[in-house]
């Protein structure tokens, strides 16, 4: 196997822009049959990895550091936290969310991601619409909804709403910004495309 190939795969493995969640074994396991095709110290594929994949600009463009995000761009995250799971996100959390929405991901999917999450299903388990109503009232609201109001929003989720739609609806309102004391919200700027590479 040659050497760029062996690159790549380590690349696919230790790259933090791929965001793939891997097990020490697994690791562990790939690198070692790796080594064992090129024959080489566990030093030299370091070194390969440091010349060739973390200076590489274009795993450099793939990941913005959530320091660059504005106050309207980190609260809505920040506010996403308290309508779902009722708490404040710890600081890795928080930058590690923020980041995906300034790497292009959707303020909607990563609201899909909370509520499909093993933190949402140990708190609450599984929904139905109403009970849904009833968490975001109370999470956002800090109260039991109204009967015409949890009608009113029960109907639209039965109507085909999605839930992430009405999450943000409680999330991002101006009702919720306000009693959060939080920035409004503000969409990131578009991510930089990687660069490429000059054609022979």
Do not use: C, H, K
């Not at 690159?7 to 933090?16: A, E, G, S, Y």
């Not at 959390?93 to 949402?120: C, K, M, T």
């Not at 909804?145 to 999605?162: F, I, K, Q, T």
């Amino acid at each position: 196997m040659a050497n760029s190939q062996v690159v790549r795969r380590l690349t696919v493995i230790f790259n933090p822009a791929t965001r793939r969640a891997r097990s020490v074994a697994t690791v562990f396991v790939v690198l070692v049959g790796l080594l064992s095709m090129l024959a080489v110290t566990p030093a030299e594929a370091e070194a390969d990895l440091s010349e060739s994949v973390f200076d590489d600009p274009i795993y450099a463009a793939a990941t913005v550091e959530p320091a660059t995000a504005s106050p309207g761009v980190r609260d809505s995250v920040v506010r996403l936290y308290l309508a779902v799971f009722d708490r404040l996100p710890a600081a890795e959390g928080r930058d590690y969310w923020v980041g995906r929405y300034l790497e292009g991901e959707a303020l909607a999917g990563i609201a899909s991601w909370f509520i499909a999450s093993p933190e949402w299903e140990a708190t609450y388990g599984r929904l139905d619409d109403r009970q849904f109503v009833g968490v975001l009232y109370n999470n956002v609201l800090g109260r039991a909804p109204e009967a015409e109001g949890e009608a009113y929003w029960v109907d639209r989720l039965s109507s085909g709403s999605d839930r992430t739609e009405l999450l943000l609806g409680f999330s991002e309102s101006a009702e919720f910004v306000s009693l959060t004391e939080t920035a409004n919200p503000e969409a990131p700027p578009p991510p930089p495309p990687p660069p490429y590479p000059d054609l022979p």
